[in-house]
């Protein structure tokens, strides 16, 4: 499931982001599209599914769990659900290569299960904290083992019965909330989980688009287990993280004019809209609507000058996968950005404010680092002749940042490791290639 690491982007300065596309599927969506298809009882046909390796991960898992999944082809998917206690052991680890979404879930999904598995991943994902999600599952009963260090492998043992939970989130995290929501479905009681902040709601949208009722009170969610899901229709929007890189894109380089069709609204996730906003950006709505149970619309960007701010903290849940995107725009605005009360940026694919901070700092841009996030101020971003390449660190989402700072840097910019923009953004560097960046890749 490791993605080849030998892949390098060269980005020459200037260009313009224009045209109108549909980024590819959802990932978030996409991975607890097929997790609820496959626990489903009937059938259940998926469209615009990300054919990204993370999401391909999650769906790989399911076929060695006994569950028949025809696709992806064009982002079809169809999955014959074998109901709640239909997953079969699978006869060797589940490798979840370089996705924490699929580690955390299954973590809860797992616990329940009748039979024992183990849990791999790729050598960023071992090192990415797992307790989060192994100590609420304990307190359910589960049994998990991990690393002193508390991370992968994760070998779960079945045990008779999870019992319900009545947990209050430490951290932010929608991964850990769906962990717990995912093994409450299989434990005695209710189960219910307290948010520090709103995070991103698509478990419990999905779960009910499936027919199982969530309650939800304010930042408090709840499910009894013990219930069924149905099979049914499902379209999955276009990912806002991945619109991100062109909405930015289109921000910093002048004469830009995008529409992102069909991309992902849901109020968990409108951070970057918000902050892009916040900043001067000219972004339109248009065509408001759902798809699959999620609000979508079209975004359309065009250049517009931006300014620095104070990143308010209460956006920080709602834009938590852009912030790399952010502060290319932080570094194209005139004056001063601060983002605090991001901690948790530390611990994603890549520790994103340090790997950030290094790369700007390349390009000549005044980044400083702190615990919990980062000053930086606006300029003249330079190339990496003098600096050498970008290291993205395998991070996705550091790859695709730093290549759309291309529009606005002075010379050649190098990035290397740019691999796993593969795990959520298929085709990435071909997309931005026709709508206007200077790019292009280099395998070694
Ligand atoms: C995700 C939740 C977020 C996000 C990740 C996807 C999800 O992680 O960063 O890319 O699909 O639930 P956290 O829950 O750790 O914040």
Redesign the pocket.
């Known amino acids: 499931m490791t993605a080849v690491t030998n892949l390098h982007y060269q980005i020459k300065p200037g260009g313009t982001c224009t045209g109108q596309w549909r980024v590819p599927g959802d990932?978030?969506i996409s991975?607890?599209a097929i997790m609820l298809a496959a626990l489903a009882e009937g059938d259940t046909r998926i469209s615009g599914f990300l054919e990204g390796a993370d999401a391909l991960a999650t769906l790989a898992v399911f076929r060695q769990l006994g569950v028949a999944i025809e696709g992806p082809h064009g982002g079809e998917v169809r999955v014959r659900g074998v109901g709640m206690r239909g997953l079969q052991a699978p006869t060797a680890p589940l490798d979840l290569g370089n996705s924490?979404?699929s580690m955390?879930?299954l973590a809860g999904l797992l616990a329940g299960q009748a039979f024992r598995t183990t849990l791999i991943g790729d050598a960023s994902l071992s090192r990415r904290p797992m307790r989060r999600v192994t100590e609420p599952l304990a307190q359910m009963g589960a049994q998990i083992a991990a690393s002193a260090e508390g991370t992968a492998p994760l070998t779960i043992t079945p045990v008779a019965q999870l019992a319900g939970l009545d947990y209050v989130l430490p951290?932010?995290?929608?991964?850990?909330?769906?962990s717990v929501l995912l093994a409450g479905l299989y434990a005695e009681g209710d189960t219910c989980v307290t948010e520090p902040a709103r995070?991103?709601d698509?478990?419990e949208r999905m779960l009910t688009t499936f027919g199982y009722s969530v309650r939800r009170q304010g930042l408090r969610v709840c499910l009894t287990g013990g219930g069924r899901l149905s099979g049914c229709r499902l379209t999955i929007p276009a990912d806002i993280?991945s619109a991100a890189f062109f909405m930015v894109g289109a921000s910093i380089a002048p004469g830009s004019d995008v529409l992102l069709q069909e991309v992902g609204i849901n109020p968990t996730r409108v951070g970057i809209i918000n902050i892009l906003r916040a900043m001067g950006a000219d972004i339109e709505l248009i065509d408001r609507r759902t798809c699959g149970g999620e609000p979508v619309a079209d975004i359309r960007v065009c250049y517009a000058p931006l300014k620095g701010i104070q990143i308010p903290v209460d956006q920080v849940?709602l834009a938590?996968?852009e912030f790399p995107a952010i502060f290319i725009a932080a570094a194209c605005a005139s004056g001063e950005t601060i983002l605090t009360g991001a901690a948790?940026l530390r611990v994603?694919e890549s520790d994103r404010i340090q790997v950030m901070a290094d790369g700007l700092t390349q390009l000549g841009i005044v980044a400083e680092p702190r615990s919990d996030g980062i000053r930086i101020i606006g300029g003249q971003m330079t190339s990496t002749a003098t600096s050498g390449p970008i290291q993205a660190h395998g991070d996705h989402r550091v790859a695709m940042s730093f290549a759309i700072a291309g529009l606005r840097a002075s010379g050649v910019i190098d990035i290397h490791d740019c691999a796993n923009v593969e795990t959520s953004f298929p085709g990435f560097a071909t997309l931005a290639a026709n709508s206007g960046l200077n790019i292009v890749e280099q395998r070694t």
């Open positions: 990932k978030s991975h607890r924490g979404t955390r879930l951290v932010a995290s929608a991964q850990v909330k769906s995070t991103r698509h478990t993280s849940p938590i996968d948790e994603k």
